[in-house]
């Protein structure tokens, strides 16, 4: 789960910005910004066979459409 927080450093709840994200029009953006964090973070780790990195989105988010391990 995603986690974001403010200028004073406190936490807004996934329900909070992602309903932003989905009014704006930037709830794809975010999916990639997110996924391309969670796939960095999981670079050093992907040649261990037994992790596996997994993922959720929107069923009308179609950010992972170009999104590859390698790019």
Request: hydrophobic content about 40%; proline content about 6%.
């Amino acid at each position: 789960m995603a986690r974001w927080r403010n200028g004073a450093g406190e936490e807004i709840s996934p329900e909070v910005f992602v309903r932003i994200a989905e009014e704006n029009g930037m709830i794809d953006e975010l999916t990639r910004a997110i996924t391309r964090c969670a796939i960095r973070d999981m670079r050093p780790y992907l040649t261990q066979p037994s992790l596996r990195l997994a993922t959720s989105s929107l069923p009308t988010t179609t950010a992972f459409c170009s999104m590859s391990a390698t790019g």
